[in-house]
């Protein structure tokens, strides 16, 4: 059997459910658990290195946060999204980030807009570089920090939650032609207007900054919508 899933770390103050459950959800969204896959108990368990219990439990658990479905005689699944759902996803992601930007624009600090201009040039660093993996740690990183300047944790968690379900996707959003290079001048704007306190305008710059990355997204997916990835189990 081919191991996919790393053991898990024991030295680590959380409990072993939650760590096989993070690890679970990390190997959903990054891929190496497909959509439509089968999760069979005894060999996730073999490959990380525990036992069936912490899996089980785990498993439920995606299944409440929406990473797993439940299909009856059948077992548990990794969960597809389809076009509906990734739109509907974006949609609510549009609104919020779009007030994002604009409560960042009226309460962010300085040291704050300093570390978004240090990581705007890691990311022109990996666009030179064609650093996928790398341009989508450091983005992640560059909303963050944004997120994290509207001084409203409440709307930071809904917004992470959401971001969360799609993760899996975003590769297949920057891998795009061009996209990499388009992203990076959209956040310089969004950081020009953040710094210049044109709430207006940064609330204007974030929907279309997350609106392209949809149209971009729906487009790959549609052509690929007969692919494994974008069904449901059934």
């Given at each position: 059997m081919e191991r996919r899933l790393i053991p898990v770390s024991l030295d680590n103050y959380k409990p072993l459910r939650e760590i096989v459950f993070e690890a679970l959800r990390e190997a959903i969204i990054n891929g190496t658990l497909e959509p439509g896959e089968r999760l069979m108990e005894i060999q996730l368990a073999e490959e990380m290195g525990v036992s069936r219990t912490p899996v089980r439990e785990a498993i439920r658990k995606l299944e409440l946060e929406g990473f797993v479905?439940?299909?009856?005689?059948?077992?548990?699944?990794?969960?597809?999204?389809?076009m509906k759902d990734i739109a509907?996803?974006?949609?609510?992601?549009?609104?919020l980030e779009s007030l994002a930007a604009g409560l960042a624009a009226e309460r962010i600090t300085e040291e704050e807009l300093e570390n978004l201009e240090r990581l705007l040039v890691k990311i022109g660093e990996c666009v030179q570089a064609?650093?996928?993996?790398?341009?989508i740690e450091v983005d992640t990183e560059f909303h963050d920090v944004l997120f994290k300047a509207t001084r409203n944790e409440r709307l930071v968690q809904i917004i992470s939650n959401l971001r969360e379900q799609i993760q899996?996707?975003?590769?297949?959003?920057?891998?795009s032609p061009g996209r990499m290079k388009y992203a990076l001048e959209e956040h310089k704007k969004i950081v020009e207007a953040v710094s210049e306190r044109n709430v207006e305008l940064a609330q204007k710059l974030a929907a279309e900054h997350i609106e392209n990355a949809e149209n971009i997204m729906l487009n790959v997916l549609r052509e690929k919508r007969e692919g494994k990835g974008f069904k449901s189990a059934e």
């Open positions: 479905v439940m299909v009856p005689r059948k077992g548990a699944y990794v969960a597809g999204l389809s509907d996803v974006f949609e609510i992601r549009t609104a064609n650093d996928l993996d790398k341009l899996r996707f975003r590769t297949t959003s920057l891998a």
